[in-house]
């Protein structure tokens, strides 16, 4: 195994990024170091645990391995997908599809904000690189809604009133989660559109999933594109 640095090696870089001797200088570069730090970390973790529930393995089984209960690693994994995602890093049209999901979900009358949601949410950012990809494969807007009308109606429009913000399911609120797990795979310190398409692929029960597989869009594929694509943009 690889070691990460060790405590005299980290106070150096700590310095060195705060490029000042004021001891609350560094004490600020050495907070804001370590949060990232245990962000990052707790986001890889998630990332494999998540491999390993879609692999099928127990709560039991990755408890063990964990060194923790059943309970904790189940509230600390499981539970923690349907708290709101943090958004901050977000490029511009990742978030503006996250909030076009909501205005797909109002107009569908749905009082929540699933992942079909979120999936034609993407071709509001036409030039994005996960749309680039889904329309590459001849999945369009129009393709895309009428496979979710099979799978998710939409619903009668009553006089009740909608909610201001929509929640998130569980299963949306995992891929906007696992989308950060899908750019730190990629090395990125960001997350876009195209680790919001690759975080579908994580439950392949969720409408969005079964539409993209339905079109013949396999996850390895979209992978691919999504890896030619970035090539192209660094060039």
């Known amino acids: 195994m ?3 640095p060790d405590l005299q090696q980290l106070i150096n870089t700590i310095k060195d990024d705060a490029g000042s001797d004021d001891e609350l200088v560094q004490l600020g570069t050495a907070a804001s170091t370590i949060n990232e ?7 890889a973790l998630g990332f494999f645990v998540d491999r390993a529930r879609g692999a099928g393995k127990s709560w039991v089984e990755i408890s063990a391995v964990l060194g923790v209960s059943k309970q904790a690693a189940h509230k600390r994994f499981a539970d923690s997908w349907s708290a709101s995602p943090q958004f901050d890093r977000f490029t511009q049209r ?4 996250v909030q076009a999901a909501t205005e797909v ?3 569908r009358h749905h009082n929540f904000v699933g992942t079909e949601h979120l999936l ?3 071709f509001a950012e036409p030039e994005s690189i996960a749309t680039k990809v889904l329309v590459g494969h001849g999945i369009t807007e129009e393709t895309v809604r009428a496979a979710v ?10 006089d009740e009133a909608a909610p201001e913000e929509p929640p998130y399911t569980r299963r949306a609120a995992h891929v906007l989660h696992g989308a950060v797990a899908e750019a730190l795979t990629l090395g990125h310190n960001y997350v876009g559109t195209e680790h919001l398409l690759l975080a579908f692929y994580r439950d392949a029960g969720t409408v969005a999933a079964k539409v993209l597989l339905g079109h013949g869009l396999e ?5 691919q ?3 030619t694509l970035l090539d192209q943009y660094s060039k």
Do not use: F, I, K
Request: hydrophobic share 40%.
């Open 2 to 4: 690889t070691p990460g």
């Open 37 to 43: 730090l245990t962000s990052t970390g707790d986001a």
């Open 94 to 97: 990742a978030a503006h599809v």
């Open 105 to 107: 979900a109002r107009a």
């Open 120 to 122: 034609l949410g993407l």
């Open 149 to 158: 009308d099979e799978l998710s109606l939409a619903a009668e429009p009553t």
């Open 219 to 223: 996850e390895q594929t979209a992978w």
């Open 225 to 227: 594109d999504v890896r």
